[in-house]
């Protein structure tokens, strides 16, 4: 009886989702700075050359990023699905968006005309607000799901695209231009604001414990290497210290890996489903039923509860 009674009570705790593997994530991770990188392509207003080399480094993340999620399909010669379903799907939305990149991107590579730049941007960001909407549209997921998840996709994003801006910016000009190292010291910060609040907002509304373990577990290493250093050595760049052009490129280094590490955890890592609740634990006979009861999870008293 014991050993049924433990059978049960570990299906009802959140397990580990298995239906996204690495080749997902890579789409996150690669994808979503790809799109940013574009945007910060088109707003940065680098030269000629630099700007070519960003849209081409973002075209080729983004489609790095849907070559191994196409690989992940069972069938993947019936991709093409994915199309059917534009009102309802923002994975289809995704493949739409992604149809509008490398069309205007691949002309802007080409042709460098600042209106079809600017365009690849936009059509950038709606590809990274894309893959953060995918990831809440995933219910049953409790980290996917929570409503901050979208701003920190889209901030980790923007850092990222800034991140590797800097990266070209630095090994392309003699000097990085002050404007690309305040927009990523900007969103370096913001990126730091919305990771707290996501992760505030989880524990506050209550969360399976396997998840808050392995993302309080990350906070002190995410904030050290991704925010704090980067930062740091944004503002040794600003202060003309030798070896200018070596901070810029470590600082968006910095920034990149440590936004690929945090998407990598909340996809892989973190991916806990639901399990399952119960409104009262019942009871034989007549007697009171019991409490509700979310095994697994951690409950705040003040949390609306999700069942």
């Not at 080729?60 to 690989?71: A, E, K, S």
């Not at 590579?109 to 953060?132: D, E, N």
Request: net charge positive; glycine share 12%; charged share 10%.
């Amino acid at each position: 009886m014991k050993n049924r009674a433990k059978r049960i009570s570990d299906l009802a705790l959140p397990r580990q989702q298995r239906n996204w593997d690495g080749r997902a994530a890579a789409n996150f991770i690669a994808g979503g700075a790809g799109g940013a990188l574009l945007l910060m392509a088109a707003v940065a207003g680098l030269g000629t050359e630099a700007t070519r080399t960003a849209i081409l480094l973002g075209l080729v993340l983004i489609g790095c990023g849907l070559t191994c999620v196409w690989f992940e399909i069972g069938r993947p010669w019936r991709a093409l699905n994915v199309y059917r379903h534009f009102a309802t799907s923002w994975m289809t939305r995704e493949a739409v968006v992604a149809v509008a990149v490398f069309a205007a991107g691949g002309l802007a590579f080409l042709t460098v005309w600042p209106p079809l730049v600017f365009l690849t941007g936009l059509a950038g960001l709606a590809f990274l607000y894309s893959q953060a909407r995918i990831l809440a549209a995933n219910k049953g997921i409790p980290a996917w799901r929570h409503p901050r998840s979208v701003p920190l996709m889209v901030a980790t994003g923007l850092a990222e695209g800034a991140g590797f801006l800097a990266c070209v910016a630095s090994l392309s000009s003699p000097l990085a231009g002050v404007w690309v190292l305040a927009g990523l010291i900007a969103l370096i910060a913001g990126r730091a604001f919305f990771w707290k609040s996501y992760l505030a907002g989880l524990t506050a509304d209550g969360a399976p414990i396997a998840v808050l373990k392995v993302l309080s577990g990350m906070d002190s290493k995410l904030m050290l290497f991704g925010h704090v250093l980067p930062a740091l050595a944004v503002m040794a760049a600003l202060a003309e210290m030798p070896g200018r052009n070596g901070w810029v490129l470590s600082a968006g280094f910095m920034v990149v890996a440590s936004g690929w590490f945090l998407k990598h955890a909340l996809v892989l890592r973190a991916g806990f489903t639901q399990g399952l609740a119960l409104l009262h634990v019942p009871v034989r006979g007549g007697g009171t039923a019991g409490p509700a009861a979310k095994p697994g999870w951690k409950i705040m008293p003040d949390a609306k509860a999700e069942y």
